[in-house]
Structures are given as structure tokens and as C-alpha cells.
Nanobody
Framework: QVQPVESGGGLVQPGGSLRLSCATSTYRSIFSIYGMGWYRQAPGKQRELVASITRSMNTNYTDSVKGRFTISRDNVKGTVYLQMNSLKPEDTAVYYC??????????WGQGTQVTVSS
């Protein structure tokens, strides 16, 4: 199946930072056409769009992460990044990347777990 590959998650204390990566290099045709987004799903909650970036590098963030998270993309490598600073316990979730809107890939990837806890 054609799916993105997320990495970079882990356990971090409140106030810490993580940088997530999403590799789509095998699927340049999708990456070159679509905007990309980082989504997250916390236990018992629906998956939500956290940050997005268009092909022309326009970005958008959900209110809860504005000023703390930064999305970027490397169009040469076909990779999307999410720099997360000042992490809070409520940021704990499985983070996924996908097209914007989702559906260009055959399926969601495995995601990467982010746990913010002291």
C-alpha cells in the first residue's frame, strides 16, 4: 500500500521539544501535487488536523498549537516536518501525516507516538 512513514516521536517532559518527520519520497507524484498535513489522535478522541502546508509553503495551525508548532516541507526530499516546542501533556497523541485533504495515499501510516509527561 502507498502510505507515508512517520518518525521522531517519543517521551518528553512538559516544555520539551520534538521534531517529527514524514517521508513520502517514494510517492513524489502525491507530494508534488498535494498540500500536506500533520494530524493527531489522542485516546478516546477523533483525529484532528494540527498543521498544514500547501505546495507554495502557506501554513495553517489549529489554535491550540499556534506559536509552538512549526510545519515545513522539503520539496526535494519529499519530506514534511513538524517542529514541536513547549510541549504540553494535552499534546499527547499519535501523530500522522497525510495529504490535505487526506485520501491521496492508499491508507494512513503507522503514525508516531508523542507522550508528554513528567
Amino acid at each position: 500500500q502507498v502510505q507515508p512513514v512517520e518518525s521522531g516521536g517519543g517521551l518528553v517532559q512538559p516544555g520539551g521539544s520534538l521534531r517529527l518527520s514524514c517521508a513520502t519520497s517514494t510517492y513524489r507524484s502525491i507530494f508534488s501535487i498535494y498540500g500536506m498535513g500533520w494530524y493527531r489522535q489522542a485516546p478516546g478522541k477523533q483525529r484532528e488536523l494540527v498543521a498544514s502546508i500547501t505546495r507554495s509553503m502557506n501554513t495553517n495551525y489549529t489554535d491550540s498549537v499556534k506559536g509552538r508548532f512549526t510545519i515545513s516541507r522539503d520539496n526535494v526530499k519529499g519530506t514534511v516536518y513538524l517542529q514541536m516546542n513547549s510541549l504540553k501533556p494535552e499534546d499527547t497523541a499519535v501523530y500522522y501525516c497525510n495529504s490535505l485533504p487526506p485520501g491521496a495515499f492508499d491508507s494512513w501510516g503507522q503514525g508516531t507516538q508523542v507522550t508528554v509527561s513528567s
